[in-house]
Structures are given as structure tokens and as C-alpha cells.
């Protein structure tokens, strides 16, 4: 399985931005799916995890009411909306696929595919 992120780039404060992450093969619809960030000199961080059918979201606290993940199974693409962005939501954001659970979930060892990241810049 192969993840390409997109959609990155530079905003400003309060601005707005979608990630992509399209993934190869046919069997998407059975991957739990994450979005994930890091800042250079700081761990990757969870920020937001959605199910193989798309029923249930997690969110961090952090970006909670802010971003919003969905995804789209005919597409074999996972979204991330970004609203209302800080700058301290400046890192490069990595896309994940749970293909053993199909749960997404918090914690990183449960990926078993990651994407190359797309770096998201927010300007104060």
C-alpha cells in the first residue's frame, strides 16, 4: 500500500486548508485511517483518526471542533478539512493506514503504512 498526502502550504492565521492522502490497492474501504503531525526536534503527534466505514472520528483535543477527517472509499482517499488555523498547528502532517484493525486509532504502532507528509505552514 502506498499513501501520497497532498494539500499542504502556507496560510495565514484563522485561514483554511484540506490534506488528501490517496492510497493505492482495493482494499482502502478496510483500512482504519490517521492523520498524524510533527514539528521538527518534537515526537509525531496524533491528530485525528477515522474508521474503515467512516462511522467513528477521534480528534485531539487540540485541533477538536477545528478539523474535521472524512473520507471517501470509491476515491481510496482520506480527507482532513483544517479550519481555523494556529500557529502552532505548523508541522508536517503524515496520513496512516490501519490495515490490521481497520480501527484507526491514537496510538502509531497500530499503522502499518504511512505516507511521505506534507508540510503545512500558518502564519501569525
Known amino acids: 500500500v502506498q499513501l501520497q498526502a497532498s494539500g499542504g502550504g502556507l496560510v495565514q492565521a484563522g485561514g483554511s486548508l484540506r490534506l488528501s492522502c490517496a492510497a493505492s490497492g482495493r482494499t482502502f474501504s478496510r483500512y482504519g485511517m490517521g492523520w498524524f503531525r510533527q514539528v521538527p526536534g518534537k515526537e509525531r503527534e496524533f491528530v485525528s483518526a477515522i474508521t474503515w466505514s467512516g462511522g467513528t472520528t477521534y480528534y485531539a483535543d487540540s485541533v477538536k471542533g477545528r478539523f474535521t477527517i472524512s473520507r471517501d472509499n470509491a476515491k481510496n482517499t482520506v480527507y482532513l478539512q483544517m479550519n481555523t488555523l494556529k500557529p502552532e498547528d505548523t508541522a508536517v502532517y503524515y496520513c496512516?493506514?490501519?490495515?490490521?484493525?481497520?480501527?484507526?486509532?491514537?496510538?502509531?504502532?497500530?499503522?502499518?503504512?504511512w505516507g511521505q507528509g506534507t508540510l503545512v505552514t500558518v502564519s501569525s
Open positions: 496512516a493506514a490501519d490495515r490490521k484493525y481497520g480501527l484507526g486509532s491514537l496510538a502509531q504502532w497500530q499503522y502499518d503504512y
